[in-house]
């Protein structure tokens, strides 16, 4: 798979993550998985999850302007994307 | 082998296959005894509220593990390493468990980091040692086992029985001196794709740098993750807890009960200190310890994720010494400690 | 056997070691004996009703452990089997405030292959100081709070962000359900320990409204008011109905099968085997028997508060009936043992009293009203009085303050309730009363007080 459109997977699927996690902080359902006092935790992962979808945008954008495509290959998008977004 | 001149057929193989099993299913469940389909409803919901449970717990600590393994990766190089750890076996592996008290990681992030420190060139009974004790060890979980069980010999016992395993454990794997015996291909050979850097790379270039590894190591991990949170919450939810409780009866089955749980229900070492203190009333102290001791070494998602690092007959290993050494403090403890 | 490599040996050889030593462990330790060990909380400090569980290492002779159990010094209670291991000591009346006990195991065969308790065990324990858990509602916050008898040491034990409807506290205090709003415009149960910081979701009501939760006083079972979501957005709520849910499994359902059985404030028996409730499209109490699956009606126009006599043979509540000057509050009696009901107070009175709040002593037959004492005053005074005389004291009736919601604690010795001032700022109180006292002391500012045993 080009290393651009696998990017774009990733970045598309913490941003998914990211978005699931915020809606059930947000909507107080995160209580009904864990115990009130992880929550500050959960709060640190979506910040992470957001910052490392970022990341991959930008990095998604730069290899675009830069055009250097690098072609090596990453394990099949329907292995690791696929079982990732199970949870969403 | 695909008949290409065969004559066309009203219906496709696919189509009489899927037919077939239409047929099939309305007759078995038309067989099926009233209220099947709504009882298997109600278990696939509370398949799904474990599921999410196990992951939603442990998705901020894989997050943590894969980004100190994105930082090792780009801030740490091999010399530092080599100057850091000693490579004569004892002190390696002592070291290494001592090196557990360092990285807040639990048993899901400290496999990523582990296999970034082989690769920096860590030597194999630091890394195993590291790996078994760094989920018990680290700051956040004594905090929480001080919390649940006060700052006294559950912790202390916890604490001090871990370190002990990890460095056996350390030292067992010390006699190998290939690393590609126990190590899976993908660790042994060069794995340096887009990470590398220039040496005079400035900090907000490593750091996008970490956080790609990151990225990429927590898809990694992150689906094996899921595949052992699946696991365990099938088994959860067709297994009953109570039927495993209701075995557990005697200081050795209550041991084997207690240490079955742990891998049963893949708890987050973070956490499992809160669900233990539950069974405290139930089960011994001595069981219970060894449900402490075992959980964070050894659980369904962990075993998946060793599974990618580790050649299977390393991973028997990792997963033997540890249950048979936590089966032996458990039933010990429960005969010395009333 | 052929290894592959020297990791193989060391390996095998250390798990065979292991193994070896394990079997020699249990061979040898088999002559060890049975252990026991009880749940007793942080301490040894326990609530006065607590029930002390001991669970031994395997199964055991009920008759042989019972005989080599005692308790000092001696309390009225009964032991229950959980399992074969496991023994729940249930205190019939409270453990003296204060005092120390000491449950001894005498050594002794325990089984019936003989298997021996080698050394005598004992464990201590000590009755903890009440505490006083009550609401404070303020600025847009409404959260739990603790103070101790004196009004000190006041602490917050539920979160900020919750907000709390309704609760109860289990009768060995050990733990709080309540009620909170939920983000679908439902109320959900919840459960959080006696010190607060671990609460979390007993019970997902979408987006139904679960309120009134009643904690059976065994703690098995929580009884709650439903109210199911309109069929459609923007319709009314149903008219509530009574639920259960089981601690033990969290598995909940309606008490009454027929949806026509109406039921708000579920009240428990002592002994968590009856649950009654009010349905106000009947005009009548429904009470339910857990340990027959039996029902009993008794007719109330209004269904005021219910408390129940120390045996669990009779109930008291307070009611409206239309008299000939009009509509007059009465004190009821029901008496379950004759399936009847009759009037307590207020048939020979000449006026109306308008009985509100009552509570009966949880362990003798003394009963708390609050009435209005003086015919052109709204304010409500406290009565203590006898039901078997009609004789009794007045405790409470500070000029300018009225008083309701009493509760009695676990002896009997002491009253909490609330009191507002009837001039001024609007401000809720809680106030104490004691045996001994010559007056109710004011010990915080909040609602709805309950006692944390």
Redesign the interface.
């Known amino acids: 798979m080009p290393k651009r459109l696998y990017r774009s997977f990733?970045a598309l699927?913490?941003l998914g993550?990211c978005v699931f996690?915020a809606s059930?902080a947000?909507?107080?359902?995160?209580?009904?998985?864990?115990?009130?006092?992880?929550v500050p935790?959960?709060i640190?992962?979506i910040i992470?999850?957001a910052?490392?979808a970022q990341?991959?945008f930008?990095?998604i954008k730069r290899s675009r302007q830069s055009e250097q495509e690098?072609d090596?290959e990453?394990?099949p998008v329907s292995?690791?994307?696929g079982?990732?977004s199970?949870?969403c | 082998m695909q008949n290409t001149t065969s004559s066309p057929r009203l219906l496709s193989r696919t189509s009489i296959i899927t037919i077939s099993l239409v047929v099939l299913s309305l007759v078995v469940s038309s067989m099926l005894p009233a209220g099947f389909f709504a009882l298997l409803w109600d278990r696939l919901n509370v398949f799904a509220t474990v599921f999410l449970g196990i992951f939603v717990e442990a998705v901020p600590y894989l997050l943590l593990g894969t980004l100190a393994s994105g930082l090792v990766e780009v801030f740490l190089d091999r010399d530092q390493m080599s100057r850091w750890i000693s490579h004569r076996p004892v002190a390696a592996a002592v070291g290494g468990a001592f090196m557990g008290m360092i990285f807040p990681v639990c048993e899901c992030g400290v496999v990523p980091l582990t296999r970034r420190l082989f690769n920096k060139g860590l030597p194999l009974s630091a890394g195993i040692a590291f790996l078994l004790a760094a989920p018990v060890l680290n700051p956040i979980v004594v905090l929480s086992t001080a919390s649940a069980f006060g700052w006294g010999q559950m912790l202390l016992w916890r604490m001090g029985v871990s370190l002990i395993i990890a460095v056996v454990v350390g030292l067992v794997f010390s006699v190998e001196q290939n690393a590609a015996n126990v190590l899976r291909p993908v660790l042994t050979s060069s794995h340096d794709h887009d990470h590398s850097l220039e040496a005079n790379a400035s900090f907000s270039e490593k750091m996008r740098r970490a956080l790609l590894v990151t990225a990429d190591e927590f898809f990694e991990m992150g689906r094996y993750l899921i595949i052992g949170a699946m696991l365990a919450a099938a088994l959860q939810t067709f297994v009953p807890q109570s039927s495993l409780l209701a075995i557990g009866s005697g200081p050795v089955t209550s041991v084997l009960v207690m240490l079955a749980l742990a891998i049963l229900l893949s708890i987050c070492s973070t956490v499992d200190a809160f669900v233990a203190l539950g069974f405290l009333g139930t089960f011994s102290f001595g069981s219970v310890l060894s449900f402490l001791v075992f959980g964070p070494m050894v659980d369904i998602k962990s075993i998946i994720m060793y599974l990618q690092v580790f050649r299977r007959r390393s991973v028997a290993y990792i997963v033997a010494i540890p249950f048979l050494m936590s089966l032996l403090a458990g039933i010990l403890f429960n005969y010395l400690q009333p | 056997m052929k290894f592959r490599s020297s990791l193989d040996s060391i390996a095998i050889t250390v798990i065979a070691f292991l193994a070896v030593v394990i079997g020699l462990v249990i061979l040898f330790s088999g002559q060890a004996g049975v252990r026991v060990t009880a749940a007793l909380p942080e301490r040894s400090l326990i609530g006065p009703l607590q029930k002390i569980k001991l669970t031994f290492s395997e199964a055991v002779d009920p008759v042989l452990t019972e005989s080599l159990f005692s308790i000092q010094p001696k309390v009225d209670g009964t032991i229950e089997w959980l399992d074969v291991r496991t023994l729940q000591f249930v205190p019939v009346r409270p453990f003296e405030w204060g005092a120390s006990y000491k449950l001894t195991l005498g050594p002794g065969i325990l089984t019936q292959n003989g298997r021996a308790l080698k050394n005598e065990q004992s464990w201590e324990w000590r009755v903890r100081d009440p505490l006083i858990v009550y609401l404070v509602a303020k600025d847009d916050q409404s959260t739990l709070w603790t103070v101790d008898m004196n009004g000190d040491s006041p602490n917050r034990i539920s979160p900020e962000e919750v907000k709390i409807i309704s609760f109860d506290v289990s009768a060995d205090g050990e733990f709080i359900v309540f009620s909170s709003a939920n983000s679908q415009g439902g109320i959900d149960l919840w459960r959080m320990s006696r010190t607060g910081g671990d609460a979390s979701i007993l019970l997902n009501c979408g987006l139904d409204r679960c309120t009134t939760p009643s904690i059976a006083p065994n703690g098995t079972r929580i009884a709650y008011s439903r109210e199911a979501a309109g069929v459609g957005p923007g319709l009314p709520y149903g008219s509530p109905r009574v639920w259960v849910v089981d601690l033990q499994n969290a598995q909940t359902g309606p008490v009454y099968e027929d949806q026509q059985v109406l039921g708000y404030n579920p009240s428990w028996s002592p002994d968590s085997s009856k649950l009654i409730s009010f349905d106000g499209l009947a005009d009548q109490f429904h009470l339910f028997d857990f340990s027959n699956n039996a029902q009993i009606l008794f007719p109330s126009n209004t269904g005021g508060t219910v408390t129940w006599s120390p045996d669990g043979t009779k109930f008291l509540f307070t009611d409206i009936e239309q008299s000939e000057s009009g509509l007059v509050t009465r004190l009821r009696l029901a008496d379950l043992s004759l399936n009847d009901t009759s009037t307590l107070l207020g048939s020979n009175d000449d006026r109306d009293y308008a009985y509100n709040s009552v509570a009966w002593s949880p362990v003798e037959d003394s009963v708390i009203v609050s009435l209005r004492n003086d015919e052109d005053q709204p304010a409500q005074i406290f009565w203590l009085f006898d039901p078997g005389l009609l004789d009794g004291i007045i405790i409470a009736d500070q000029p300018g303050y009225t008083y309701n919601s009493p509760r009695w604690n676990s002896w009997g010795t002491a009253l909490i309730f609330q009191q507002f001032k009837l001039r001024g700022e609007f401000k809720p109180e809680i106030g104490l009363w004691q045996h001994g006292f010559r007056e109710p002391l004011t010990i915080a500012e909040g609602i709805m007080p309950h006692w944390l045993p």
């Open positions: 990733q699927l913490l993550l996690f059930k947000a909507s107080g359902q995160l209580t009904y998985y864990i115990n009130l006092r992880f935790l959960t640190f992962g992470l999850l910052v490392l990341t991959l930008t990095e690098d090596h990453h394990a292995q690791t994307c079982s990732c199970c949870p």
